[in-house]
């Protein structure tokens, strides 16, 4: 089933969510043992087909470890989101498109990403998430 397109010509339309996640690059990056083990806490804000909008607060510890220094223009820069969906913890992978983090207030940044899911198994449990949202059944 096509799903109609958003105002800004998405191929499938976003859906508003507010999902709690942790997400993570790849943990061998990370030097603090918590984080390497349960990520940094965030938001699902909205969710297509094949893609969707985290948002988060992070201190300086937690951009620190997301944006490290194994962040160059070359690597890939892909994160695990980890969700509790309906008690079911749910995996979804993606590939950052866009990311913004802002100036500080106090200790804390605010952080959004937009991340394109690229493995089939990611866009399986974006479309289930879809499905729940909606009620319309995906093909």
Same mark, same amino acid.
């Given at each position: 089933?096509?799903?109609?397109?958003?105002?800004?010509?998405?191929?499938?339309?976003?859906?508003?969510?507010?999902?709690?996640?942790?997400?993570?690059?790849?943990?061998?990056?990370?030097?603090?043992?918590?984080? @390497? /083990? !349960?990520?940094?806490? =965030?938001? +699902? %804000?909205?969710?297509?087909?094949?893609?969707?909008?985290? $948002?988060? &607060?992070?201190?300086?510890?937690?951009?620190?470890?997301?944006?490290?220094?194994?962040?160059?223009?070359?690597?890939?820069?892909?994160?695990?989101?980890?969700?509790?969906?309906?008690? @079911? /913890? !749910?995996?979804?992978? =993606?590939? +950052? %498109?866009?990311?913004?983090?802002?100036?500080?207030?106090? $200790?804390? &940044?605010?952080?959004?990403?937009?991340?394109?899911?690229?493995?089939?198994?990611?866009?399986?449990?974006?479309?289930?998430?879809?499905?729940?949202?909606?009620?319309?059944?995906?093909?």
């Amino acid at each position: 089933m096509n799903l109609p397109r958003g105002d800004n010509q998405r191929k499938y339309a976003r859906f508003d969510t507010n999902i709690p996640v942790h997400f993570n690059l790849n943990p061998e990056y990370h030097f603090v043992p918590q984080i @390497r /083990r !349960l990520g940094v806490g =965030g938001t +699902v %804000r909205n969710i297509s087909l094949e893609g969707l909008m985290l $948002d988060s &607060r992070l201190d300086l510890l937690d951009v620190c470890q997301i944006f490290s220094e194994a962040m160059e223009d070359d690597s890939p820069f892909e994160l695990e989101v980890v969700a509790d969906f309906r008690r @079911r /913890r !749910l995996i979804i992978r =993606g590939s +950052v %498109r866009w990311y913004q983090v802002s100036e500080p207030q106090g $200790d804390i &940044r605010h952080f959004q990403a937009g991340l394109h899911l690229k493995e089939y198994e990611s866009r399986t449990v974006a479309g289930n998430i879809v499905e729940f949202i909606t009620g319309i059944a995906m093909d």
